[in-house]
């Protein structure tokens, strides 16, 4: 897992973590509660009319047996029905509450994990793209024309070799159709090499465009290919 997935992660657990602690806080407590608070109201219904008047006293067996303090259930019972009664739907929905929202954590946790591995896989293929395009302006040399055997200029050196020739067809002319035709010129004198670059450079900037991934990205993408060309790569491609 990267750092941009760690960091979404670490997000997801910001934004949900604190109202789960809370809620099962709540419901921890919910349950001691509803069983002790019938025995709490009782005793405490005893502690203060025990000591009263008569009257008070005789009502005392109502709710619990003066002499041992024990409950009487027929009048207990509906205490803890209607405690039971009121919080049994309230657990019951943040207990679906809870569980929705584990599903729903769980869904944003798929979603994030199957854009991590389309991610990963768009970048292991689009720097593979990039190493090859880096054998290919490796591969292309110039070459003397009375001796073959001579390399004039190889790599990225040899669009500069390029330049120069077409630079020499153009002369000072300015006239748009005139400088395309010898841009055409030169770009035939050197098809073995041009014509397989472009193609690639194509593919690429193909691919980039056809990928499952935002416009953002598509233009950081595209911006880490536009840095590994020269400058004179870049004037063939602008006239290209």
Known sequence: MNSSMKKKSINLMKTWGVPLV???IILIFFKPFVYFFPKWFTSTYYDIFAHNSLENKMLIPAVVDSTSLT???????PIGDTFGGLLGP?????AAFLTFLAFWI??????????????????DTFFRLLDHLKKIVDSIDIRNGNNLDKV????????????NYFKILVRNETDISFINQKYD??????????????????????????SEISEDQKFKYSSILRATLSAYELVFIFHN
């Open 22 to 24: 809370i809620l099962s």
């Open 71 to 77: 409950f009487n259930p027929n009048v207990t019972g």
């Open 90 to 94: 309230i657990i019951a929905i943040l």
């Open 106 to 123: 769980q869904y944003k946790a798929n979603i994030q994990q199957e854009n991590y591995i389309k991610q990963q896989r768009f970048e």
């Open 152 to 163: 004039i200029a190889s790599g990225s050196e040899s669009f500069k070799s390029m330049y």
């Open 185 to 210: 010129i030169t770009q035939n004198y050197y098809k073995h090499d041009l014509h397989h670059y472009f193609r690639f450079l194509y593919h690429i900037l193909k691919f980039i465009k056809q």
